[in-house]
């Protein structure tokens, strides 16, 4: 017979997964910035990329307070939203749409984080790990802030570079 899952186990698995996704996330930053156009999103990658590595610590913290090695699960969707986005860069090299691709890859990134750590949070709030929530609710709300940074840049020119010249 199975053992009796509980939501310690669901918490765990679920923090395997998100220090995962940062790991992952950690090495395809620097290519992003590597290949967008603008100087503002150059620099807003590599910017989140050092933000990223401090999130990753914080997880660390978050795995030694719960008394459990730090180690990542693979996470596929994090797999398949990073390919994509390599896709779009692939795709879109050298075209006025790049950045705009770019950062809707970036946004998919952020979505996918917010809604992990909004679950861990809550979960962390249920188990009584009181000390891991700042520290998730801290990265939580990094995620977000990239999320609008991203939504301005788009707006006001990404997306109306990408149009390109008007038919």
Request: net charge negative; glycine share 6%.
């Amino acid at each position: 017979m199975a053992t009796e899952k509980t939501l310690n186990d669901l918490f765990l698995d679920t923090l395997k997964d998100i220090y995962y996704a940062e790991k992952q996330i950690l090495k395809a930053l620097p290519k992003m910035a590597r290949a967008a156009q603008s100087e503002e999103g150059k620099a807003g990658f590599l910017q989140h990329r050092d933000e990223t590595q401090a999130q990753v610590e914080r997880l660390e913290q978050v795995f030694e307070m719960i008394g459990k090695p730090a180690r990542g699960k693979t996470c596929e969707a994090i797999q398949g939203i990073i390919a994509e986005a390599e896709e779009i860069m692939e795709e879109f090299k050298g075209t006025v749409a790049l950045d705009a691709g770019l950062i809707s890859s970036a946004q998919a990134v952020e979505h996918y984080e917010i809604a992990r750590y909004g679950t861990l949070i809550a979960w962390a709030k249920q188990l009584g790990l009181k000390d891991a929530v700042p520290l998730l609710q801290a990265t939580l709300a990094e995620e977000e802030a990239t999320d609008k940074k991203l939504t301005q840049i788009a707006e006001s020119s990404a997306n109306l570079k990408g149009k390109g010249k008007a038919a």
